[in-house]
């Protein structure tokens, strides 16, 4: 009788049965989407984005109107067609429906379809921020430069700065009223690429230095602790594991070439340059977030200054690990990055003027259906139908009233003519002929 041996090998036990197969072990892999998807959530930046989204599909639908040329309205069922541009998830005459202090509703004397535009207290609003736009041309000015001064060679592709035009608070046609304006500031290198023309050193203090020397004066910290640091605020909620405060400890202490700074840039494969490098990159980050108007940008879009500022690193990834100074909030079809520091209770801590006329849309927008019976002495639309005064009923229905429900389309063939819907008194899925 032969008698089979096993034998154990580091805890593994081998036989002729299994002689032959390899156990493998799973290894954890810590990449950015790990990370984001195992984050601590601020529940209060999410909500304000939720906020912004829609104020930005707004002015999105603002932006398309405005291009009509027939007008200051739009009829409903034209509007339609804009569902997926503006990336609507739900109908076009519903969404409209749902903020009256924004879009006014109303029928055409003449083509008898459901129209919209928009309200006076909105149109003031975009009027209002235009104004300050252009009262702040000279801080404008500043920005730009204070970007082109963080560029590596001192030039910034004119595409970038179009994306996050919005953001910085630029005007729309920012190329012609301050690149070309400015001649003696910039110079258009060719077509997409705007060069610094003058250096201004009284510009290359960053905003996280005015923290340090207020954290040096005001909590008489050495100047070991504040020369390199950065303000943490972490979430509520967040765990801190063991080893991570002796980490950020040392992180904080560590030099970097900051942003302004003229010199060369450090080289990732150097002598302990990768961490220096990766501050580098959170300075650069966080100055130009310091920049924007509401503290955030979105991540796409930081990829197209990784070429002139330098920055050799995964974007996404470095913001992750740093959730004391970044947030990176996912609400919405794009990730946007907020400065934790700029943000108290869900609201800009410092406001700015921009930011304050933003904010008021977003107050009007978020009333929703409150107090639109104020709106029926304000927006009253009279029309004389079969000798009766039609005006737009919020509230509900009242005898002598006729309703036009909000779609994106309907059948006319189904329905027949408006007027003989009127004369049967009986609702219908649509109220739109012609073209606007």
């Known amino acids: 009788m032969i008698f089979l041996k096993s034998v154990r090998c580091n805890g593994i036990l081998f036989g002729p049965i299994n002689s032959f197969s390899q156990r493998r072990w799973k290894k954890t892999i810590f990449s950015a989407q790990t990370r984001l998807e195992t984050r601590t959530k601020d529940l209060k930046l999410d909500k304000l984005m939720m906020h912004i989204n829609k ?3 707004i002015l999105n639908i603002h932006q398309l109107m405005a291009q009509r040329k027939r007008g200051p ?12 541009i503006v990336g609507l998830n739900v109908g076009m005459g519903e969404f409209l429906h749902k903020y009256p202090h924004v879009f006014e509703l109303f029928v055409h004397p003449l083509r008898r379809n459901l129209c919209c535009k928009i309200t006076q207290r909105m149109r003031d609003l975009i009027d209002e921020e235009e104004k300050i736009v252009k009262e702040y041309e000279p801080e404008l000015l500043q920005k730009v430069k204070k970007l082109l001064m963080m560029s590596k060679n001192g030039t910034l592709h004119v595409h970038a700065l179009r994306l996050i035009r919005r953001e910085l608070g630029l005007p729309e046609d920012f190329r012609d009223s301050i690149l070309r304006t400015h001649s003696k500031d910039f110079r258009l290198v060719d077509l997409e690429i705007v060069e610094l023309v003058d250096r201004n050193e009284s510009l290359a203090k960053a905003e996280v230095e005015k923290w340090r020397e207020k954290e040096y004066v005001d909590k008489w910290l050495s100047e070991f602790e504040t020369s390199y640091a950065f303000p943490i605020n972490f979430p509520t909620g967040f765990k801190i594991e063991g080893g991570y405060r002796e980490k950020l400890k040392n992180w904080q202490r560590l030099p970097y070439l900051k942003p302004n700074e003229s010199k060369e840039v450090l080289r990732v494969r150097t002598c302990g340059g990768i961490e220096r490098f990766e501050k580098r990159a959170v300075g650069i980050i966080h100055e130009l977030l310091s920049l924007t108007v509401e503290k955030m940008l979105e991540v796409d879009r930081l990829a197209h200054f990784r070429k002139d500022f330098a920055i050799e690193v995964n974007v996404c990834e470095l913001l992750l690990k740093h959730p004391g100074i970044f947030y990176i909030c996912t609400k919405g079809s794009t990730q946007t990055v ?14 700015n003027p921009i930011y304050v006329v933003r904010r008021k849309m977003l107050d009007l927008i978020l009333l929703g259906h409150r107090n639109t019976r104020s709106l029926e002495d304000l927006e009253e ?31 006319q063939n189904a329905f027949g003519s408006l007027g003989d819907i009127n004369d049967s008194k009986q609702p219908f899925d649509g109220c739109e002929s012609g073209r606007n």
């Not at 309205?73 to 997926?84: C, E, G, H, P, Y």
């Not at 943000?343 to 406001?351: E, N, V």
């Open 73 to 84: 309205f739009v009829s409903v069922q034209l509007m339609s067609r804009w569902r997926n």
């Open 381 to 411: 639309i009279k029309e004389e139908r079969n000798g009766s005064v039609f005006r737009t009923n919020v509230g509900g229905r009242r005898d002598g009233d006729w309703i036009v429900p909000i779609l994106d389309s309907y059948d």
């Open 55 to 57: 104020l930005k599909t």
């Open 338 to 351: 907020f400065l934790r520091e700029a943000y108290s209770k869900g609201c800009l801590a410092l406001p």
